[in-house]
């Protein structure tokens, strides 16, 4: 069943690169983790909530450690649009990465428009192939923490074949 969802993290990722972005300015990257890497992002999300305290790390790497694949998708060097708009908190464009927690920041909000865009082109193709999924800020913190994938900012999708999604009806 792994190389299947391997053929459909691809899949998602194509679905990633060719949503839409913004001005036409692409700043998505993509990446597919699978088998021991797996584990070890499971392993290490639940290592760093026991470490920090911070709720639910534990609960979503679980679920990793219950997923073949997990694809994750985020934005690099992300220039801001330039329009000024005010969305990103600031009157003027923000100058991008000034700080680093989980993710680097501040981000241009059409690029993360631009993201979340590319996320959601890439669970409505898991979707339709009837693949579990669901989108984790949790992962994507632990896989850039791990350089599973070079980003400033990216969220994860775990992939899964079961009777029965094991991403919703959690225990927090």
Same mark, same amino acid.
């Given at each position: 069943?792994?190389?299947? #969802? @391997?053929?459909? !993290?691809?899949?998602? %990722?194509?679905? !990633?690169?060719? /949503?839409?972005?913004?001005?036409?300015?692409?700043?998505?990257?993509?990446?597919?983790?699978?088998?021991?890497? %797996? @584990?070890?992002?499971?392993?290490?999300?639940?290592?760093?909530?026991?470490?920090?305290?911070?709720?639910?790390?534990? @609960?979503?790497?679980?679920?990793?450690?219950?997923?073949?694949?997990?694809? #994750?998708?985020?934005?690099?060097?992300?220039?801001?649009?330039?329009?000024? %708009?005010?969305? %990103?908190?600031? /009157?003027?464009?923000?100058?991008?990465?000034?700080?680093? /927690?989980?993710?680097?920041?501040?981000?241009?909000?059409?690029? *993360?428009?631009?993201?979340?865009?590319?996320?959601?082109? /890439?669970?409505?193709?898991?979707? *339709? *192939?009837?693949?579990?999924?669901?989108?984790?800020? @949790?992962?994507?913190?632990?896989?850039?923490?791990?350089? #599973?994938?070079?980003?400033?900012?990216?969220?994860?999708?775990?992939?899964?074949?079961?009777?029965?999604?094991?991403?919703?009806?959690?225990?927090?």
């Amino acid at each position: 069943m792994s190389s299947e #969802l @391997r053929l459909v !993290a691809d899949l998602m %990722c194509i679905a !990633a690169r060719t /949503a839409p972005k913004s001005a036409g300015q692409d700043y998505v990257v993509t990446a597919v983790v699978e088998g021991q890497a %797996c @584990r070890e992002l499971g392993e290490a999300m639940i290592r760093f909530g026991e470490e920090t305290g911070k709720p639910n790390f534990d @609960r979503d790497g679980k679920n990793v450690l219950g997923s073949p694949v997990v694809v #994750l998708i985020g934005i690099k060097d992300a220039r801001p649009l330039g329009i000024g %708009c005010g969305a %990103c908190g600031s /009157a003027e464009c923000i100058k991008p990465n000034q700080f680093e /927690a989980e993710f680097k920041g501040p981000q241009c909000a059409f690029r *993360l428009l631009d993201m979340g865009i590319a996320l959601g082109s /890439a669970v409505k193709t898991a979707g *339709l *192939l009837n693949v579990d999924n669901r989108i984790m800020y @949790r992962v994507g913190s632990i896989a850039r923490r791990m350089g #599973l994938i070079d980003a400033d900012y990216v969220m994860g999708i775990p992939l899964s074949v079961t009777g029965k999604s094991i991403y919703f009806d959690r225990k927090s």
